[in-house]
């Protein structure tokens, strides 16, 4: 082991006087204070060395040291302990897992982001879950609602049309078939092909065949007028009939309504519907962006957010932009 002596120390012990058994401890002492300079430490055991190093520094002098610079990674605010990152840290994101991710919201919007977030534990990514499903679970209300009334009120005016219209009293009352003498066509196919070129004349197509033209037709078109049973006799003796007839009766007139009612529900089932579509579009992009930053390592909170706060006990939802 080497012992270091501070000059003043050994200053000081070089002034008490040896005994005169101590010769060669003198001689020791000697070679140390001989050595010694203020404020410089040495070994006792190398001090001639070691002297010779100490008188050629100066006391302004630097030390030269030739080391190896150590490259370490940068500071992240990102950057968290293994029981923090989640089950899938930054570090560990795949593709596999974007893909998991999108799959998820395109099944059901805000799944994605929720997977999101175990990576990231953000909280401006977990604010959008409930913003997604809230929105899906409203789009699929009322999708159900409009469609299930639409349907309904089909029903009735389906109901009310085989009530009210009818296809004998329909071939015997048309001006084509009666022509005034109380004769009718013998069957639709015969309307079809003697009438064509009339002026009530429209193509007659039966339920059977396609179901959806024939209720849209008895109610449309005025050549089945003929078929309500509230329509008035034609006058034949009438040159002017054409111009005067009421085509539109009470039940037709009622008919149709229904149908626009239908037809109004159900064209807005379709929008919830579409709704649906672009919600999932939506959350798909969403959930690929969140997926993208973190696998990047970048701050997936940083630009455009939605945040709920609470202001005087009213809950709020905030769009911000981060830079």
Excluded at 51 to 61: S, T
């Amino acid at each position: 082991m080497r012992f270091a002596v501070v000059s003043c120390i050994v200053g000081v012990l070089a002034g008490v006087p040896a005994s005169p058994g101590a010769a060669g401890s003198m001689d020791i002492q000697k070679d140390v204070v001989g050595a010694a300079r203020p404020c410089v430490s040495m070994s006792v055991f190398r001090a001639e060395k070691e002297q010779a190093l100490v008188n050629g520094l100066r006391l302004d002098e630097r030390l030269a040291y030739h080391g190896t610079r150590i490259e370490t990674s940068e500071p992240s605010m990102f950057a968290r302990s293994a029981a923090d990152a989640g089950p899938a840290g930054s570090a560990s994101w795949s593709r596999g897992k974007t893909a998991l991710a999108i799959v998820a919201s395109a099944i059901l919007p805000g799944m994605g982001e929720l997977y999101c977030y175990t990576a990231s534990r953000d909280r401006g990514t977990l604010a959008r879950v409930p913003v997604f499903v809230a929105l899906d679970g409203l789009l699929w209300y009322g999708y159900f609602h409009n469609h299930a009334k639409g349907k309904d009120i089909k029903q009735d005016y389906m109901d009310y049309a085989d009530a009210h219209w009818d296809l004998n009293r329909f071939l015997k009352n048309h001006p084509c078939c009666n022509q005034g003498v109380g004769d009718s066509c013998d069957s639709w196919q015969d309307f079809n092909a003697g009438c064509q070129g009339e002026i009530n004349y429209f193509y007659y197509t039966p339920r059977e065949l396609d179901t959806e033209e024939y209720y849209e037709n008895i109610g449309k078109y005025n050549a089945f007028v003929f078929g309500w049973d509230d329509a008035n006799e034609w006058d034949y003796n009438n040159p002017d009939q054409f111009m005067t007839y009421q085509y539109w009766t009470a039940h037709r007139t009622y008919y149709w309504s229904l149908r626009k009612d239908s037809d109004k529900y159900l064209l807005r089932a379709d929008e919830y519907l579409m709704g649906l579509v672009v919600d999932r579009v939506v959350s798909m992009l969403d959930t690929g962006w969140l997926a993208y930053r973190i696998s990047k390592g970048q701050n997936p909170d940083k630009g455009w957010s939605l945040r709920f706060r609470t202001y005087d006990e009213a809950p709020t939802l905030i769009i911000s932009r981060r830079f």
